[in-house]
Each structure stands twice: as C-alpha cells, then as structure tokens.
C-alpha cells in the first residue's frame, strides 16, 4: 500500500465535509493556502479533479462524493484506534511481562501479584521465571527482577525487597557426623550442594566479614537449579548448603539445620527491579514499579 497520500486525504475529507478551505484549516490548525496546496498535490498525483472551487464555494465531484463516502468510515476507524492507543497513556492496561528469579518470584512477587492485578484490572501479566541472566529488551520482556550484582550497567534499576543473606547450613546429624567448618575455606573440605546459574557452571560462594571477601568454589556432590531440592538433600544430611536465609530460617528455628559461619555471612543489596529506559513507561510497567516498591 502506498502510504503517501494519507495525509492528503484527511485533508480532502476535512475540505469536502466543510465545503470550505478556511473551516477546514481552523480545525487542523494549518493555513488555508496549505490545505490548497495539499489537494493540488492529491489531484495531481490521482490525475482526478476531486473538488469544484469558485472564490465563494467548494464542494466534491463525483469521484470526489465517491472517494469521501469509501473515507469517511476508514478516517472513523483510524480515529478509533489511535484513540485506543493514546488510553495506553492514561491507564495501566494490557500485557505486562516480567522476567524474574524464581527465588524472587516466591518470596516477593508472589505475595504482592494477586493485590496488584486485583487493584488494575486491565492488565494481563506474563511472569517468566528463570534464574539465569536473560536479555529482557531481546525477550521482549518490559522489566527484570535480579540480585543488584547480576544487572547491567545500561539498566534502569530500583531496589524492592531490603537486604538478604546468605545462609551456610548443615543438618545437625551432618555436623555430627563430619564437623563444622571454621572458616570459608574449610567448606573445600566438605561435600557440598551447588546451586546452578543459568550457563550451567555452579555459584560460588561469597563470604563477607567486616569488609574482607572470600569466595569459594567447592566441590559439589550435588547441583541444582531448584532450591528446593537443594533444601531438602540438606535436611537429609548430604552436605552443607548456601541458600537464602529466609528460605532456612523456619529449619534453623525448629533445629532441622544448624547455622554455620554467621560472622561470615552479611547482609547485601537484594533484588532490584530493572528496565531498558524511563523514556515513555507504559502505565501498565510504572504502576507496577510503584507497587513493588510500596
């Protein structure tokens, strides 16, 4: 389809419908001498006289009548759409995907998720949970939710959530068993079970104590994607884990896992919710940054 003419024949339709090249230019906010200037070129390029102009009048000719009749409900559903768009400006409505740690997904998206779709009824959310870093602008994915030390430098990121930390645990029967690490480095000594980032290689795992960094990357006799399933094999006593604590910390209050090394384990930036750029958010993605973030 030859696009072009477009213009011209909204123009044509304003003319024809006012029967006057002034009232036409008062509603498009042009001069009348542009809105002339603009049918020539439309006759022109159609090799067809589409109005009668005297100095006191205008009005269509037959191909003009017949070409104003196919118009007028063609501009009526190009109007309709545009207005459908532009209420995109206005309330947060349609699809709002989301690329999100699974860890994530459980501990913060999943309690606030029912409240926000209840409060914004218009939007269709698609929640994608992976924990290996994932390209949301070539997924086509409006936003992310990472750990602050996995994004990007070109992101846009805002902090929901508070600090985490980690927790090294052990089943008691475990530490019973095989004894208790002293220090970072004494996990190498230990079986162990990994979790697994999205590249398949397992996390290391990063001490911190009083501004000193020690990170490890022991042995695993186990690796996983799925907490869970980590959880479970340490409450079994196959090894020593290093998980979320919030995940444990039910376990370690009921005395199903012992915590070791707390010293070493503190608090760090958690996850952020993040985004290509501020320049024209759809209402639907900044009501829910709002609403995470509240």
């Avoid at 089943?171 to 398949?200: I, K, M, Q, T």
Wanted: aromatic residues 8%; proline residues 7%.
């Amino acid at each position: 389809m030859d696009q072009r003419p477009l213009p011209e024949l909204a123009v044509f339709a304003q003319v024809a419908q006012h029967r006057s090249f002034r009232a036409a230019a008062q509603v498009l906010g042009v001069s009348a001498s542009a809105l002339s200037h603009s049918l020539r070129n439309l006759e022109t390029r159609l090799d067809v006289r589409l109005l009668h102009r005297t100095t006191r009048s205008v009005a269509p000719t037959e191909a003009g009548e017949r070409l104003l009749a196919r118009l007028g409900p063609a501009l009526a559903d190009i109007d309709a759409a545009l207005s459908e768009v532009a209420a995109f400006r206005d309330r947060p409505a349609g699809r709002l995907r989301i690329n999100i740690a699974r860890s994530a997904a459980r501990w913060l998206l999943a309690p606030r998720l029912g409240g926000f779709l209840n409060a914004y009824p218009q939007v269709r959310a698609e929640i994608v949970c992976e924990d290996g870093l994932t390209d949301i602008v070539a997924g086509g994915f409006d936003c992310g939710v990472r750990l602050g030390e996995s994004l990007q430098a070109d992101m846009i990121a805002t902090p929901i959530g508070g600090e985490l930390s980690q927790a090294l645990v052990a089943s008691p029967d475990y530490v019973a068993a095989c004894g208790a690490p002293r220090r970072p480095e004494d996990v190498l000594d230990h079986r162990c079970l990994l979790f697994r980032r999205g590249g398949g290689q397992p996390w290391p795992w990063e001490f911190e104590r009083e501004g000193r960094e020690v990170v490890v990357d022991p042995p695993g006799v186990l690796l996983s994607d799925e907490n869970e399933v980590i959880r479970r094999a340490c409450l079994d006593g196959a090894g020593l884990a290093f998980l979320m604590r919030d995940l444990v910390t039910p376990d370690i209050q009921a005395g199903r896992l012992v915590s070791l090394l707390d010293e070493w384990c503190e608090p760090f930036p958690g996850f952020f919710l993040y985004y290509p750029s501020r320049r024209q958010l759809s209402p639907a993605l900044r009501a829910f940054i709002d609403w995470m973030r509240r």
